[in-house]
């Protein structure tokens, strides 16, 4: 737990009219603590009440993991003839208002509940949201370190030292995985391969589709980095290549993505609304014909989880910060054909928009 986080995390429940803040597994739980809890049937909280010493409990046999702060948190592990709920409760005492971690399982939540009545509950991504959206130096740092190992894997992929044509996607994908692991990633959170017509699902499975010669192959991956204090930080990219020579329809098709991808990014100034980025993205994908076909908004925050504040899209008003991390992957799907997207993790700076990631974004033909 960082000491600048936890007073800026208490002074928005104070805004918020908040008195205590129960997380749980999740990602809000690393980025003030630095310990990742395993998602248990054993509860793991860490209460953090407005005024006082948080406490992090947790199963007895899981405390060896914690790397203990007392002058942040007090440890205090329970017994597996104690009531988790119980001593969680005793912690928040008479606090009326509390705000409970997003991904706390429903289980945990509802027994709150009944060992708490007549408390006002509230998400705690509504204190701890905003706050974990600016990213600070180190943070930045770190999603630029966890971009450039990507790129370095993307590269490889352009260069054509994965082996494509012959291997299932599913062997692709876990080749993927390796090499992100290789690059320094301590966990891979999704390395989606989609060759030809499964190209054009967005969120397609790799499984044992072969791919074959003169095919469009998209490559979305990322995983997790390490970072500071202990909580790692995401990496998301998408690069296309084609197994020989593309089509001119398809050649056509991507440079109006590439276009998008870099009005997106043009546009991700700090003060513009998410939705206006979205806006630019998708106006030249619009106006070239493909509107229907680019089925997704333009991007998602990124840092501690794969997807996060702030979501670049139509309806979100929110104007961009420095410190806002963020994707900007365009896409055009036609079914049963092809696809193709272009992704870059992008940060909002007083300079204007960072773009972390530097693989080549040029349609990259190999296996020809």
């Known amino acids: 737990m960082d000491a600048t986080r936890i007073e800026r995390v208490r002074q928005a429940m104070a805004e918020r009219g908040v008195d205590c803040l129960l997380l749980s597994a999740g990602p809000d739980l690393p980025w003030l603590t630095g310990y990742e809890a395993m998602p248990l049937e054993r509860l793991t909280m860490l209460v953090v009440p ?23 948190f007090t440890v205090r ?39 708490l009545p007549g408390r006002v509950w509230s998400r705690a991504s509504e204190v701890v949201g905003p706050l974990r959206a600016r990213k600070d130096p180190d943070e930045v ?30 062997e692709v994908s876990a080749d993927l995985g390796r090499r992100l692991v290789a690059e320094g990633h301590t966990r891979v959170n999704f390395a989606i391969v989609a060759a030809g017509e ?39 990219i998408t690069r296309c290549v084609y197994t020989g ?25 700090v003060g513009t609304p998410c939705e206006r980025v979205d806006a630019a993205a998708r106006r030249v994908i619009t106006e070239a014909g493909w509107g229907a076909e680019f089925v997704h908004r333009t991007g998602h925050g990124i840092g501690v989880e794969e997807h996060e504040d702030p979501y670049v899209v139509a309806g979100n008003t929110e104007p961009l910060r420095a410190g806002h991390a963020f994707s900007i992957e365009p896409g055009i799907y036609v079914a049963g054909r092809w696809g193709a997207r272009l992704e870059d993790i992008v940060v909002a700076t007083e300079q204007g928009p960072e773009a972390l990631n530097r693989a080549d974004h040029a349609l990259v033909v190999v296996d020809a």
Do not use: M
């Open 50 to 72: 407005r005024d006082g010493h948080a406490t992090l409990v947790v199963p007895r046999l899981e405390a060896p993991r914690v790397a203990e702060r007392p002058e942040l």
């Open 77 to 115: 592990p329970w017994d597996e003839t104690e009531d988790a709920i119980d001593v969680v409760a005793g912690l928040v005492g008479a606090a009326r208002a509390i705000a409970v971690g997003d991904r706390t399982w429903a289980r945990f939540v509802v027994d709150l509940q009944r060992a």
């Open 198 to 236: 499964n190209a054009a699902s967005p969120h397609h499975e790799p499984a044992g589709r072969v791919i074959g010669r003169a095919e469009v192959v998209l490559c979305d991956f990322g995983g997790t980095y390490p970072g500071p204090g202990g909580a790692g930080y995401c990496s998301d």
């Open 141 to 170: 740092a770190a999603l630029r370190a966890a971009a450039s190992a990507a790129d370095r894997v993307a590269a490889q992929l352009q260069a054509g030292a994965i082996p494509l044509v012959g291997r299932t996607e599913a």
């Open 245 to 269: 020579e593309p089509p001119t329809e398809f050649r056509e098709l991507y440079a109006v993505l590439r276009q998008a991808q870099a009005a997106g990014v043009a546009a991700a100034a």
